[in-house]
Nanobody, 127 residues
Framework: VQLQASGGGLVQAGGSLRLSCAAS????????IAWFRQAPGKEREFVTF????????YYADSVKGRFTISRDNAKNTVYLQMNTLEPEDTAVYYC?????????????????????WGQGTLVTVSS
């Protein structure tokens, strides 16, 4: 599986951006796709995931109500709509795919659950 993230940029606080993650290769092996982010000097942080089959979603508390993840299976693409952006959202955003199916949610909150990663796209929110 190959993942290509795009859509990052510079936006003022309160603004919006939409990130895209295009998947190719053995996409039928994907169980879910997630977005993580990493700010300078901080550890990679879970943001949200969407199950490839079924489309159920899960969000970190820090983005709940502001970010929305969606998918277009026909295009093998996952989107992250980010609204009401805050300076604290500034980070490199990575999409990642997991191919192991585990019951529950907590397993997928860790970067180690994902075996494929995109290259990252930088989001900068100015105050």
């Amino acid at each position: 599986v190959q993942l290509q993230a795009s859509g990052g940029g510079l936006v003022q606080a309160g603004g919006s951006l939409r990130l895209s993650c295009a998947a190719s290769g053995r996409t039928n092996s994907m169980v879910l796709i997630a977005w993580f982010r990493q700010a300078p000097g901080k550890e990679r942080e879970f943001v949200t995931f969407i199950r490839w089959s079924g489309g159920s979603t899960y969000y970190a508390d820090s983005v709940k109500g502001r970010f929305t993840i969606s998918r277009d299976n026909a295009k093998n693409t996952v989107y992250l709509q980010m609204n009401t952006l805050e300076p604290e959202d500034t980070a490199v955003y990575y999409c990642a795919a997991a191919t192991v199916r585990i019951a529950g949610t907590s397993y997928y909150l860790r970067p180690g659950a994902y075996n494929y990663w995109g290259q990252g796209t930088l989001v900068t929110v100015s105050s």
